[in-house]
């Protein structure tokens, strides 16, 4: 059973701090200087010769309308310019550029990324011209008034799509069509091997390569500045995020996880490990919350317990009491997380705990690498 | 213990917080649930969950007001086709009743003939407060994109957060990163820090 020792959470900042606070600076600097690995936001494709704005439509049906992309078939990257944002994917990234908000930035492989580079409907019919086997590949072609038309089928929907423009790519590449201005980008979430050392200004934590039945199957690292947009909103400090996130999962998964798009809900039986510095804003918002101050509420602080994790070290095992707990088998409340606080690093750990769980997951807890 | 602590609690502080909590527990999940069948059974053990309900305006949220002022102040507005969730919320912190949506809204795009669209969901408190101040209203919005006949989610659950918020922001008051909720991470492919955003319901500090 926890127990409270009276200590506040918030009180506790030690000398970890200081440390951590100067890697902040450094992750500030790189949000507006380059993405984490030094590359461009996105790269320009290398494969295309050229680069096509096609309409596409579906006859005969409404619920699809008709939209424009552009897309470098060899290459599979696309850019939609969209209601209010346009969405760009190129190189193993995917950026969604808000003029309002900024420029979000996504990288790695199909674990991370999902379904998101098969977004540009035309993709594959169009690379099938391209290379000269649309007929093979089941896309029927014609010349209308002088424009390409490709009919072919995406996942049971019969497509129309009219190739309205074709530029070289290098004019593609000059005219930036698959390029976003570093200094627009305000967040980029990066897919790690698990295990792997933080670029990223946290000290991050996990369990090894596989806990309870599960197996580490992706690490996310993930640095927002505040969004543009609302000066006031720009100012508060709880908007700038460092995470470090390591997904375990059942065999069941097959591959996907809560960081996966294009899903309805996450896997069940998922478990997240997230790391993000205690001296963060939004941290210290996370534990004032366990000491009974949110916002406006006040409350009883949360019951916490000092708990020795894997390699000796101290910290405080805190349940996220907030979310109602689920009843259990027999009757003991079931949590959605739980938080180990260090030195330097809060944890939280997402999944369906019961408190006895909880203890024993957290003794497994150790820095990353 | 902890139910009769729940009970305890409940009845001590519940009117003062406008039952938005129960002690140190919201009286509401943060995440949507689908209707039909099972549908209690999903608030009581917290399994299915769809989407973040990632706003609150309290206080002053008459329900008939904030949707108003939505339509009025934001890109967002009434459609038809509508697709409910549910609302999962607790007196006690133990049992538990599903409570339908109050309307859908969407914006910057459509349902069936464009390309994309922003969508929200709103729930109004679901017990009664004497008080205009203590009233509340909550929705989640997000952003989605038509794929194939289906709509999918594409971007993170933060921006649109923000982006409602900041169309209200100038005649309401806006309490960014209000309330902590849950850890951040990523829900459904896409991030979500955890912070609910309050937006208060006075208009130009008016009711």
């Not at chain 1, 494969?47 to 424009?68: F, K, M, Q, W």
């Amino acid at each position: 059973m926890a127990r409270t020792d009276g200590r506040a959470l918030t009180a506790r900042l030690g000398a970890g701090t200081a440390l951590i606070a100067s890697g902040l600076a450094l992750a500030a600097a790189g949000l507006t200087s380059a993405s984490p690995d030094g590359r461009s936001a996105v790269a320009a494709p290398s494969a295309d010769a050229y680069v096509y704005r096609v309409s596409v439509e579906a006859p005969g049906t409404e619920a699809v309308p008709s939209r424009v992309e552009w897309v470098a078939p060899l290459s599979g990257a696309w850019r939609v310019d969209g209601d209010h944002a346009t969405k760009i994917y190129a190189d193993g990234r995917y950026v969604v550029v808000d003029p309002d908000q900024g420029a979000f930035v996504r990288s790695g492989s199909r674990w991370f990324l999902g379904d998101l580079p098969d977004r540009a409907v035309v993709r594959d019919a169009l690379r099938s011209h391209v290379l000269g086997r649309a007929a093979r590949d089941g896309v029927s072609t014609r010349l209308i008034a002088g424009r390409t038309e490709l009919s072919f089928s995406r996942r049971g929907i019969r497509y129309r799509a009219t190739v309205v423009e074709r530029l070289a790519a290098n004019t593609a590449r000059a005219r930036a069509l698959f390029t976003v201005p570093n200094e627009l980008v305000t967040s980029f979430s990066a897919e790690r091997r698990p295990g792997s050392r933080a670029s990223v200004p946290v000290v991050p934590y996990w369990f090894g390569s596989a806990v309870a039945g599960r197996t580490a199957v992706g690490s996310v690292e993930h640095s927002s500045k505040p969004i543009r947009g609302n000066p006031e909103r720009v100012a508060n400090p709880r908007g700038e995020a460092i995470l470090y996130i390591t997904f375990y999962e059942l065999p069941e998964a097959g591959g996907q996880s809560g960081a996966t798009p294009g899903q309805d809900t996450t896997p069940e039986g998922e478990i997240q490990v997230v790391s993000q510095p205690r001296s963060l804003a939004r941290t210290r918002g996370m534990l004032e919350a366990a000491d009974g101050v949110n916002g406006d509420l006040r409350y009883e602080p949360w019951p916490r317990s000092q708990v020795e994790l894997a390699k000796g070290e101290q910290a405080m095992l805190v349940i996220n009491r907030g979310e109602a707990p689920a009843p259990g088998p027999d009757g003991e409340p079931v949590w959605r997380e739980f938080w180990v606080v260090t030195e330097s690093t809060l944890t939280a750990v997402i999944g369906s705990f019961t408190e006895a769980e909880a203890r024993t997951l957290a003794e497994r807890l150790m820095p990353v690498g | 213990l902890l139910v009769v602590s729940f009970v305890l609690a409940a009845l001590v502080s519940a009117p003062a917080l406008a039952h938005l909590k129960i002690d140190g527990t919201w009286s509401y999940r943060y995440y949507s649930r689908e209707t039909g069948s099972g549908a209690l059974s999903r608030c009581q053990n917290n399994t299915g969950k769809v989407d973040p309900i990632n706003l609150i305006f309290y206080q002053y949220g008459e329900y008939n007001r904030i949707d108003q002022h939505i339509r009025n102040e934001t890109h967002l507005g009434n459609f038809t086709g509508h697709s409910p969730q549910l609302l999962c919320q607790t007196d006690n912190g133990s049992s538990w009743g599903t409570h339908a949506e109050f309307n859908e809204q969407q914006g910057h795009g459509c349902l069936t003939h464009c390309l994309e669209r922003a969508h929200m969901r709103l729930w109004f408190a679901p017990h009664g407060h004497s008080s205009n101040v203590d009233k509340w209203t909550v929705a989640g919005v997000h952003h989605e994109e038509v794929q194939d006949f289906s709509h999918v989610i594409d971007e993170d659950w933060e921006i649109w957060e923000t982006h409602i918020a900041s169309e209200m922001y100038d005649h309401h008051n806006v309490y960014w990163y209000a309330y902590s909720r849950v850890s951040a991470g990523y829900y459904r492919g896409w991030y979500d820090d955890g912070y609910v955003t309050r937006i208060g319901g006075l208009h130009d500090g008016a009711y």
